[in-house]
T-cell receptor, first 115, second 113 residues
Framework: AQSVTQLGSHVSVSEGALVLLRCNYS??????LFWYVQYPNQGLQLLLK??????LVKGINGFEAEFKKSETSFHLTKPSAHMSDAAEYFC?????????????FGKGTHLIIQP | DGGITQSPKYLFRKEGQNVTLSCEQN?????MYWYRQDPGQGLRLIYY???????QKGDIAEGYSVSREKKESFPLTVTSAQKNPTAFYLC????????????FGNGTRLTVT
């Protein structure tokens, strides 16, 4: 079965610093991969997705992620953190099942921005 | 604007009572999903439906039931058999095709005492 691991339940960075949130997947077949953001007491909003093609994917709010098959990783980065980036971030994978039966989510990483 | 509406946002029930959470979408999506979110646990799939009048159990279906009588609606009933029902419940929908991301509602926070 597909699984998604997010390293670090909490990540704290200073405003203006690099944001790096880690995600690894387990699958012999590269899945389709997604990053979502969740603000308190709200649903999840799609940041970006990787399907096929270019391995560096750009998303909304200045975030990007790079798919590395050799490392089974899909880490999320942003060059300069803003206070508004404080939220919960979820990595998700859609394996060979083909999308219609939902995504497998990691446990989330809470991003804290220090002023 | 198209989207997913979950109601109510907060729900309180006594232990032993069944409760139904509403989810409506106007995105014309074929597939709909219910996830449960607990602190530090991520999202876990309860039920999903790829087409009207059909639905499948997810990873944690015990104690829950659903129906899909209309394309737009996918209500979730939390029954008294669910041992730990207090949680944040998220409804989502998608086109159901490859690469399709999920679109989420704003959730219902259920508290059972």
């Amino acid at each position: 079965a597909q699984s998604v691991t997010q390293l670090g339940s909490h990540v704290s960075v200073s405003e203006g610093a690099l944001v790096l949130l880690r995600c690894n997947y387990s699958s012999s077949v590269p899945p389709y991969l997604f990053w979502y953001v969740q603000y308190p007491n709200q649903g999840l909003q799609l940041l970006l997705k990787y399907t096929t093609g270019a391995t560096l994917v750009k998303g909304i709010n200045g975030f990007e992620a790079e798919f590395k098959k050799s490392e089974t990783s899909f880490h999320l980065t942003k060059p300069s953190a803003h206070m508004s980036d404080a939220a919960e971030y979820f990595c998700a994978a859609d394996g060979a099942r083909g999308g219609a039966d939902g995504l497998t989510f990691g446990k989330g990483t809470h991003l804290i921005i220090q002023p | 604007d198209g989207g997913i509406t979950q109601s109510p946002k907060y729900l309180f029930r006594k232990e032993g009572q069944n409760v139904t959470l509403s989810c409506e979408q106007n995105l014309n999506h074929d597939a709909m999903y219910w996830y449960r979110q607990d602190p530090g646990q991520g999202l876990r799939l309860i039920y999903y439906s790829q087409i009207v009048n059909d639905f499948q159990k997810g990873d944690i279906a015990e104690g829950y039931s659903v129906s899909r009588e209309k394309k737009e609606s996918f209500p979730l009933t939390v029954t008294s058999a669910q041992k730990n029902p207090t949680a944040f419940y998220l409804c989502a929908s998608s086109r159901g095709a490859l690469y399709s991301p999920l679109h989420f509602g704003n959730g219902t926070r259920l508290t059972v005492t």
